[in-house]
């Protein structure tokens, strides 16, 4: 349960970015392979208007072996995020913490505060992606990472705690020409939130 609180925290944090039209593209289908503390989740990144309607999509195996699929969305909304677990017909919504980080407006407070070094570059997906190094703190644990950016886009990041990977999440196709369904963006009908 721990493993699907923190993809889920990561995956809304991740998707606070959407706020403030901080892309270089107007819209995407983003598919990513996200290996977190050995376990494999498949992600499709939803994203339109510049990143103003942003949502993802997660698939993992729960339960081992002969474990169960899920099939989990978050939505950006504000300040906050819903997370929706489609098998259950269920949604909440979560308060993020801190405002993720615009990498096309990067100001010299939030390479300060975040520890922001540009460190290469690299092809990820087909893009050529300017390669940071940061560290991000949430709830008293610090975390560095290494996140892979093409057009404000992260396509590629490493977080590590105690100097060991524990998540790897990696585009492998970038879809910038079919339109996104605007049911991505909504909670589905037969599914409510709690006040």
């Not at 050529?128 to 949430?138: D, N, R, V």
């Amino acid at each position: 349960m721990k493993f699907l609180f923190a993809l889920l925290f990561l995956s809304a944090t991740i998707l606070l970015n959407a706020q403030e039209a901080k892309y270089g593209i107007k819209s995407a289908i983003i598919k990513k392979d996200v290996v977190a503390m050995g376990q494999k989740v498949e992600c499709t990144w939803y994203m339109d208007d510049y990143g103003k309607k942003e949502s993802t999509e997660l698939t993992m195996k729960t339960g081992g072996v002969a474990g169960v699929e899920k099939h989990i969305r978050t939505i950006a909304d504000g300040s906050s995020a819903i997370n929706i677990d489609l098998d259950m017909k269920t949604a909440m919504k979560m308060k993020l913490p801190e405002k993720p980080i615009n990498y096309l407006q990067l100001t010299p407070e939030i390479v300060e505060k975040y520890k922001i070094k540009e460190t290469g570059e690299e092809d990820i997906a087909g893009k050529p992606c300017k390669k940071y190094g940061l560290e991000i703190t949430q709830m008293g644990q610090t975390v560095q990472m290494s996140v892979w950016v093409w057009k404000g886009l992260v396509l590629k990041s490493e977080t590590s705690s105690n100097g060991m990977v524990v998540m790897v999440e990696t585009a492998k196709t970038i879809d910038e020409t079919s339109a996104v369904a605007t049911d991505k963006f909504t909670i589905p009908d037969g599914i409510k939130l709690p006040e």
